[in-house]
Nanobody
Framework: QVHLVESGGGLVQAGGSLRLSCAAS????????VGWYRQAPGKQRELVAR???????NYADSVKGRFTISRDNAKIMVYLQMNSLKPEDTAVYYC?????????WGQGTQVTVSS
């Protein structure tokens, strides 16, 4: 059974930084993409950043230049470095790992940015 566990969320002032981590346990093969999504109250879950097979990175326009996604293939760890945080970045952030036949999600970690 596969589990994804996020950590690193918290409360930070606008302009500050946080680094989210996602640790995967269990056997995961043939990963197509790893990524971070977020969901703010009253809004739909949206893509923040992802790495697709081959190494290409995609970012939401709202976080380009501020957030950086990375992964450690050996440990199946996914990271999200978030700099210059804004109040509108406040949301629950979810880690995602998906392949052709699976789509795994973590339980989420709260990020709150105060103005």
């Amino acid at each position: 059974q596969v589990h994804l566990v996020e950590s690193g969320g918290g409360l930070v002032q606008a302009g500050g930084s946080l680094r989210l981590s996602c640790a995967a346990s269990g056997n995961i093969f043939s990963i197509n993409a790893v990524g971070w999504y977020r969901q703010a109250p009253g809004k739909q879950r949206e893509l923040v950043a992802r790495i697709i097979s081959g190494g290409s990175r995609n970012y939401a326009d709202s976080v380009k230049g501020r957030f950086t996604i990375s992964r450690d293939n050996a440990k199946i760890m996914v990271y999200l470095q978030m700099n210059s945080l804004k109040p509108e970045d406040t949301a629950v952030y979810y880690c995602n790992v998906r392949g052709r036949d699976y789509d795994y999600w973590g339980q989420g970690t709260q990020v709150t940015v105060s103005s």
